[in-house]
């Protein structure tokens, strides 16, 4: 058996512009089965080591900046191993506090151990046919650039007038275009108006009869009319390009960027659904609409009893992950618990390695790393304590802002452009929400320990984190593993936050008389408890359907809706029970019940009952007459007796005993006591010419009109 490590990471000073504590990250690598492999220029002159390594190890470079090098070296020299980058250089060593980064970077090193998923990819190919939407010569300008690499149509809008050019090497229409549907290879334009060219337009075009109604399909739309765009948030949606025909450089990217969409294309799956465990609708009610109302593209549409989520269509905002109370939708690049399990690695190991008061900082890789590079080379760096983690902001959800608290974060930033973009609003909400419960617990720092920093400005981000005051970790650190559903993680850190509550202030004791004299002890006023119940904003996950006991007949409609079990029936006996950490407060049971007697309460409650099952209400079962059979309530049979008693059918007490049996015996006793459920009230007797006469005819004599 060989002795050689399985990952070897190699962490190089950048030709020492940046200290490393080399016995600490030593004792980080070695606590995670991995071998510190230190160098001071590993890119040039001391890449031999690099090359040494390669076989079949798993190697680990804290250099992103070469790291297409190492790539190809690896590439050739037939490196069989996994190889991984991560960056210590601008996220710790490039700083003004470098010097005390050592923690931080046995944090980074030992979170970047932790594995990732592999990215689901969805397919999709475009062959290249293409809708040029335009309004001037600028549109034919456009095609043309295009007419060698792409299959063609231009569609005018017929407000300019436009000379045609001298050859018509793709087919030039007039129309508009009223809407539209699809992605990248499979669009769908609707168009009005739609006409011909006289092949003999001269100076302009002239157009033939218009029709409406028309539906254009292609592969790829350049818009360059200038009119409102097809799509919301268009600016994610694969194969829409848009520019405004005034602005010549951006009509020149759009056209670039054009030529290049023919082929097979490899996009992202950046969410998975379980249409299943989706409280969107029952039976024609609609309940949660979450997902629904917060989706910037369009990309979720609602079903018979689920959303339905288009792939072809997400951005991968994440803001349905984000608010799925269910967890019907979750993010996948990567998923929540993957991201949580680098952060729980990063704060714990932080503490193992000596570091103290850590600041969780996410942020994503379009907006948040340059900016974090441009502090590192152009400012004083990120503090030692702020420990940075790649993510979507958009698909935090509560679990993701809460559990770093637990795990021993002082605080927990999210950064974010300064023009908030499409699909920031559930964050936004989960921090409202994470807001009102460390409020409620009294565990609230001097800042809010959960907060969005909005910001362009790699200075202003520099100088709001060392601006946060220091404040003690919320509670001591806990270890629990991110397992199970964002729902199950925000409810496992919400147990390790709830403890370390602050009371409510109890009101003091009243002394006793001889204590007013000074005579023995003051009566000790016994410790408050932590608060139980925390009120919560609206759409929160958590919460009580509150069910009016008096009005509820125990139709048990609600429990046929309840997506999660949250209210059930007992098949034994008439019962109606609640588990209200099931309930996801999708309404389904409030818009469901007959009589609407049932509430919805938003809230956070931490007793035990919210963990066992409640019975709401329960009745004695009515049993049969005949068989002895429980079948339903004494009140639900009285309700319907009394409602039938005035109709014709139960005016005979016989009938109305019917509803005292089973649905069985009922079918007996309608089969035996000749009870026909067709028959009418008794019909009149049939009128004759003799009535209208006002006598018989004579027996023998011939009939007449008389």
Not at 611 to 622: D, F, G, H, I
Request: one cysteine or more; proline letters at 10%.
């Amino acid at each position: 058996m060989s002795d050689a490590p399985k990952r070897l990471t190699f962490v190089c000073s950048c030709e020492d512009t940046m200290p490393l504590d080399g016995a600490r990250l030593a004792r980080a690598c070695a606590a995670r089965g991995s071998e510190l492999r230190p160098a001071e220029q590993l890119c040039r002159s001391q890449l031999p080591r690099f090359l040494a390594a390669l076989g079949e190890a798993d190697i680990s470079v804290a250099c992103t900046q070469e790291s297409p090098l190492f790539r190809q070296e690896a590439e050739e020299a037939g490196h069989r191993g996994a190889l991984d980058f991560l960056n210590i250089r601008e996220t710790a060593g490039w700083s003004d506090e470098a010097a005390q980064a050592g923690p931080k970077m046995a944090a980074l090193l030992a979170a970047a151990a932790v594995p990732m998923p592999p990215t689901p990819l969805l397919p999709l190919e475009s062959r290249g046919v293409t809708l040029v939407l335009g309004r001037d010569a600028t549109a034919l300008e456009a095609a043309a650039a295009l007419a060698e690499k792409l299959d063609l149509t231009v569609l005018l809008t017929g407000e300019e007038a436009v000379q045609p050019p001298r050859q018509a090497s793709f087919p030039v229409l007039r129309g508009r275009a009223r809407g539209a549907t699809g992605w990248l290879g499979s669009f769908a334009v609707a168009v009005d108006r739609v006409a011909a060219a006289a092949p003999s337009s001269r100076a302009s075009y002239r157009w033939g009869p218009g029709k409406d109604g028309t539906t254009s399909r292609c592969d790829v739309i350049l818009d360059l009319s200038g009119a409102a765009p097809l799509f919301p948030a268009h600016e994610v949606r694969l194969g829409y390009l848009r520019a405004d025909p005034a602005d010549p450089a951006a009509v020149a990217r759009a056209v670039a960027q054009a030529g290049e969409l023919v082929g097979q294309f490899d996009k992202p799956r950046f969410v998975q659904q379980d249409p299943a465990l989706c409280a969107h609708a029952r039976n024609r009610r609609t309940g949660c609409t979450r997902c629904l109302d917060l989706c910037p593209t369009g990309a979720i549409t609602p079903g018979k009893e689920s959303v339905v989520v288009s792939a072809e269509i997400c951005a991968g905002c994440g803001s349905c992950a984000a608010v799925c109370p269910t967890a019907s939708i979750t993010y996948a690049l990567p998923p929540a618990d993957a991201i949580l399990r680098r952060a729980r690695t990063l704060l714990l190991a932080y503490a193992e390695a000596g570091g103290a008061a850590p600041v969780l900082l996410l942020h994503d890789g379009t907006h948040g790393e340059p900016i974090l590079d441009a502090l590192a080379r152009h400012g004083d760096g990120l503090p030692a304590r702020v420990l940075p983690l790649r993510a979507e902001p958009g698909a935090l959800d509560l679990g993701a802002l809460l559990a770093p608290l637990a795990w021993g974060a002082e605080a927990v930033r999210v950064l974010l452009p300064a023009r908030r973009r499409h699909g920031t609003d559930g964050l936004l909400r989960n921090l409202d929400y994470a807001a009102a419960i460390l409020a409620g617990l009294g565990i609230e720092g001097a800042a809010p320990r959960a907060a969005a920093l909005e910001t362009d400005d790699p200075f202003a981000l520099g100088e709001a984190l060392r601006a946060l005051p220091a404040m003690p970790p919320a509670v001591p650190p806990a270890s629990f593993l991110p397992q199970g559903t964002p729902r199950e993680i925000a409810r496992a850190a919400l147990g390790a936050l709830h403890p370390a509550a602050v009371p409510e202030a109890a009101a003091p004791a009243r002394p006793g008389l001889l204590a007013a004299l000074g005579i023995g002890a003051a009566p000790v006023a016994p410790a408050p408890a932590p608060p139980e119940i925390l009120p919560l904003p609206e759409l929160a996950p958590f919460g009580l359907a509150r069910v009016a006991a008096e009005g509820c007949t125990l139709c048990l409609a609600c429990t046929t809706v309840c997506p999660t079990g949250a209210l059930a029936a007992n098949p034994d006996t008439p019962q109606l029970s609640f588990l209200e950490d099931a309930c996801v407060q999708c309404g389904l049971c409030a818009k469901t019940c007959p009589e609407s007697v049932i509430t919805l309460e938003p809230r956070l409650n931490f007793s035990p009952e919210a963990s066992r099952r409640v019975v709401v209400k329960e009745e004695e079962p009515v049993h049969c007459t005949r068989c002895a059979k429980p079948f339903g309530t004494r009140a639900s049979v009285e309700r319907v007796k009394n409602k039938l008693r005035a109709h014709w059918m139960f005016a005979d007490p016989a009938r109305l005993a019917v509803l005292d049996l089973c649905e069985n015996c009922r079918v007996f006793a309608a089969t035996d006591g000749g009870i026909d459920p067709y028959a009418g009230a008794t019909r009149p007797a049939p009128r004759t010419a003799a009535d209208y006469h006002g006598a018989a005819d004579t027996p023998g004599e011939p009939r007449g009109r008389g």
